[in-house]
């Protein structure tokens, strides 16, 4: 998990879980409503995803901010999310 790997950079980047579980909840409110139960957890997964992005870039440093991209970029990467395919496109 990429947060908590954070701290490493610099001990200012500490995530409560009372934190985590706030924006848990509001990403659950953004995401779209779906009648399939597989399109409901993929809609639930990309707005927590996003949510969680967008609250962690806002409360870095602007120095760190490449870090993290290139992190979660090889994460990604590491999964197969991305790969060449979509760089080629």
Same mark, same amino acid.
């Given at each position: 998990?990429l947060l908590?790997?954070? #701290?490493?950079?610099?001990?200012?980047?500490?995530?409560?879980? @009372?934190?985590? =579980?706030?924006?848990?909840?509001?990403?659950?409110?953004?995401?779209?409503?779906? $009648? $399939? =139960?597989?399109?409901?957890?993929?809609?639930?997964? @990309?707005?927590?995803?996003? #949510?969680?992005?967008?609250?962690?870039?806002?409360?870095?440093?602007?120095?760190h901010k490449?870090?993290? =991209?290139?992190? =979660?970029?090889?994460?990604?990467?590491?999964?197969?999310?991305?790969?060449? $395919? $979509?760089?080629?496109?």
């Amino acid at each position: 998990f990429l947060l908590t790997k954070l #701290c490493v950079i610099d001990h200012m980047y500490q995530y409560s879980l @009372d934190s985590f =579980l706030t924006f848990f909840e509001k990403s659950v409110h953004k995401a779209p409503a779906r $009648d $399939d =139960l597989h399109e409901r957890v993929t809609s639930l997964r @990309d707005s927590l995803r996003m #949510c969680i992005f967008t609250w962690v870039s806002r409360g870095l440093f602007e120095r760190h901010k490449l870090i993290f =991209l290139a992190q =979660l970029t090889f994460n990604l990467m590491k999964r197969g999310t991305i790969g060449n $395919d $979509d760089w080629n496109e």
